[in-house]
């Protein structure tokens, strides 16, 4: 997919870069535009890696529910790489791809359960300037989930917002990851044009 990013892609070179590239399109099957981004600074890359290598082992909190979480985060934000790469990802981890479809229109779609619209209401209440999460709605996640998946919750979408916003900031857009499995396209969220 071709878009410009507001610092242009370095080439991934060396040992290290050719080993980083054949992992990666082993897994999605391209290397994403981020990536060549993210290479001008190779220690925020791996940290970044890194953290979010270890997010995905954390187990006290349903996979379903951190990634709708991540991607309300990225429909808030405008990250259209985010939603785009997490529809993907929903797909491969089989996870419910309508309901991912959906985030984007999440309040005015009925297929998410009281639980589901909970966690989507904390990553946009999280997400917003000054955060506009209230007690009520955390104790409700406190009774639903118990306190280790509330924390891991509120700590994924935390990373949500540390990637989402970088990546707007950078101009990193869209690598069409859902696009080229033929997924059907995102709900597109009320009151905001296509960015496509």
């Not at 006290?60 to 985060?73: Q, T």
Request: proline share 5%.
């Amino acid at each position: 997919m071709e878009h410009t990013t507001r610092i242009a892609p370095a080439e991934i070179t060396g040992i290290k870069g050719a080993l980083i590239k054949r992992m990666i399109e082993k897994r999605l099957g391209m290397v994403p535009t981020s990536v060549g981004v993210f290479w001008h600074n190779q220690k925020v890359l791996f940290a970044s890696f890194g953290f979010g290598g270890k997010l995905e082992k954390w187990d006290a909190c349903d996979e379903g529910l951190k990634s709708f979480a991540h991607m309300a985060v990225a429909s808030l934000v405008g990250c259209t790489w985010c939603l785009d790469f997490n529809y993907f990802e929903a797909r491969n981890r089989g996870l419910d791809v309508d309901k991912a479809r959906e985030i984007p229109r999440w309040r005015e779609s009925d297929m998410f359960t009281p639980l589901e619209r909970d966690v989507l209401e904390y990553a946009e209440a999280m997400s917003q300037t000054p955060p506009t999460v209230t007690d009520e709605l955390v104790d409700r996640l406190h009774a639903q989930l118990g306190p280790a998946a509330v924390i891991e919750l509120t700590s994924v979408i935390g990373f949500a917002n540390l990637t989402t916003r970088g990546n707007v900031a950078l101009g990193i857009e869209s690598d069409g990851f859902a696009a080229a499995c033929g997924m059907k396209p995102l709900a597109e969220r009320p009151g905001v044009a296509s960015a496509s």
